[in-house]
């Protein structure tokens, strides 16, 4: 994809580092998350290259990328990480992400999964923990990950310690990292972020909202589906039902399952939603809660250390095996409109915080500090 060559902003001053290889798969928030970096990049004059896996980008997300001037991607449909067998194709995603520095001459590889930290690129590599099998399935399964995955662990663990640097959205998320992979140095907290003006409020009607895949257990929308019977309004649930390995969840009973909806028909619900729930068990960010708060609703969070790091004070948490717990709070924030209007301000007021500038110029911070120390040791 050719990109294009006008702006709809005046571009900054002349950043230190001038191009980026990053890498993205299109399977679930990190899609948005690279999208979302790459705007405010590019409106400062770096040109990006993006890298993705994973499946093929839907006419939805060509769309998204091809509006982004000084965006270039480079498609591929190589199996990720965490997917069943995927070792060949980690291999063969290596090949091709060296090629592409090799004609790209990137100041700085940034990448956004673990393994490939550990091939031998001319740039110096950024490594971004965006979630991890391991730490997911302590969270959700309650126990340690099982022995087929000790390749991953050792993949990861590698790719980690190569790396120039490591980053994370949460100080949540490094902690987990570190503890199931020993301490990286160095590695930084840098959180995500969205762009306000694409979730503005509107009026708000009697429903809660839920978004995410309906397969993720951590997402944990099965509380929703329990906690939905004892309440008197709806609980509409966006989110694929179909998982990127084969086979679907079982079908809704209670809760008003909408499909996969675009990031503009969603950011349309998010707007009339008088409440957005994730009662998650694992989340080591949750762009979804923060496009939520901004689009004006009221919180109810899984209680994990990961949310209440982010949101403090500005949503209500509730432990994610409790549905009654979860039904009372959805109900009483319902029924007592001062106090959900209330918690929604604050949430958008901390929402406000996270935003592309703020952290498009950290990772400028880090690109530019890496080259320097590469061009020292070089």
Not at 229 to 243: E, N, R, S
Not at 263 to 287: D, I, K, N, T
Not at 344 to 370: H, I, K, N, Q, V
Request: charged share 25%; hydrophobic share 45%.
């Amino acid at each position: 994809m050719k990109p294009s060559t006008s702006s709809p902003e005046a571009p900054r001053l002349a950043p230190p580092v001038r191009r980026v290889l990053m890498t993205a798969d299109t399977v679930g928030g990190v899609w948005s998350y690279a999208l979302e970096l790459c705007r405010a990049l590019c409106l400062r004059g770096v040109c990006v290259d993006l890298a993705t896996l994973g499946a093929p980008l839907s006419d939805a997300q060509w769309r998204e990328a091809r509006a982004l001037p000084g965006l270039t991607v480079h498609e591929s449909t190589w199996r990720l990480e965490w997917m069943d067998a995927p070792w060949d194709d980690v291999r063969a995603a290596g090949e091709w992400l060296r090629e592409l520095e090799a004609r790209l001459s990137p100041d700085v590889v940034h990448l956004n999964g673990y393994c490939h930290g550990a091939w031998p690129f001319r740039a110096p590599v950024l490594v971004v923990a965006h979630s991890c099998v391991l730490s997911w399935w302590e969270a959700v399964k309650g126990e340690a990950a099982p022995a087929c995955y000790r390749r991953y662990r050792e993949e990861v663990a590698r790719g980690l310690h190569a790396a120039s640097l490591v980053v994370a959205p949460t100080r949540a998320m490094l902690e987990a990292l570190e503890r199931h992979y020993g301490a990286l140095h160095p590695a930084r907290v840098i959180p995500n972020a969205r762009c306000a003006t694409r979730f503005a409020p509107s009026h708000k009607e009697r429903f809660v909202l839920a978004a995410g895949r309906l397969w993720d257990e951590a997402k944990n929308l099965a509380a929703l589906e329990a906690a939905a019977p004892q309440l008197p309004f709806p609980i509409h649930v966006a989110g694929d039902a179909l998982h990127p390995g084969g086979g679907a969840v079982a079908e809704t009973r209670s809760t008003r399952p909408l499909g996969h909806l675009p990031p503009a028909v969603l950011a349309r619900w998010m707007s009339r939603a008088s409440v957005y729930a994730l009662p998650a068990r694992y989340e080591p960010f949750g762009l979804s809660a923060l496009e939520a708060a901004l689009a004006g609703c009221a919180l109810v969070l899984g209680d994990i250390p990961s949310l209440r790091e982010v949101w403090g004070d500005a949503a209500r948490f509730v432990p994610p095996d409790d549905p009654r717990e979860l039904a009372r709070t959805l109900r009483f924030l319902m029924d007592h409109p001062r106090e959900r209007e209330a918690l929604a301000a604050r949430g958008r007021e901390r929402a406000l915080t996270f935003t592309p500038d703020r952290m498009a110029e950290a990772y400028l911070g880090l690109y530019a500090s890496l080259a320097r120390l590469e061009r020292r040791v070089s």
